[in-house]
């Protein structure tokens, strides 16, 4: 079965970079696209970052570019979401995602805190 597990998450000050990290398994990574969502307390969960299945092309919210990078590494079945210069209302939930119609897959979440 898919399964996502998200990993990275954790407390940083303002300014300060962390990097996720979502190992994928049970189907073939490297065929399918992934993204990043996020939600923060009350509000929608929102998409981040999306990457394509080679890793030609990412997009990203207005809210994080430049800021943040998405990448995947097809050999480890794994896809990263590197934040830098982490505000405030970076804080979220993070999930990383695969659509599979009819499905879609959400890992368990990792908890990005960003105060000081």
């Known amino acids: 079965q898919v399964q996502l597990v998200e990993s990275g998450g954790g407390l940083v000050q303002p300014g300060g970079s962390l990097r996720l990290s979502c190992a994928a398994s049970g189907y073939i990574f490297s065929t399918k696209a992934m993204g990043w969502y996020r939600q923060a307390p009350g509000k929608e969960r929102e998409l981040v970052a999306g990457?394509?299945?080679?890793?030609?092309?990412?997009n990203y919210a207005d809210s994080v570019k430049g800021r943040f990078t998405i990448s995947r590494d097809n050999a480890k079945n794994t896809v990263y979401l590197q934040m830098n210069s982490l505000k405030p209302e970076d804080t979220a939930v993070y999930y990383c995602?695969?659509?599979?119609?009819?499905?879609?897959?959400w890992g368990q979440g990792t908890q990005v805190t960003v105060s000081s």
């Open positions: 990457i394509t299945s080679s890793g030609g092309v990412t």
């Open positions: 995602n695969v659509k599979m119609w009819p499905t879609n897959y």
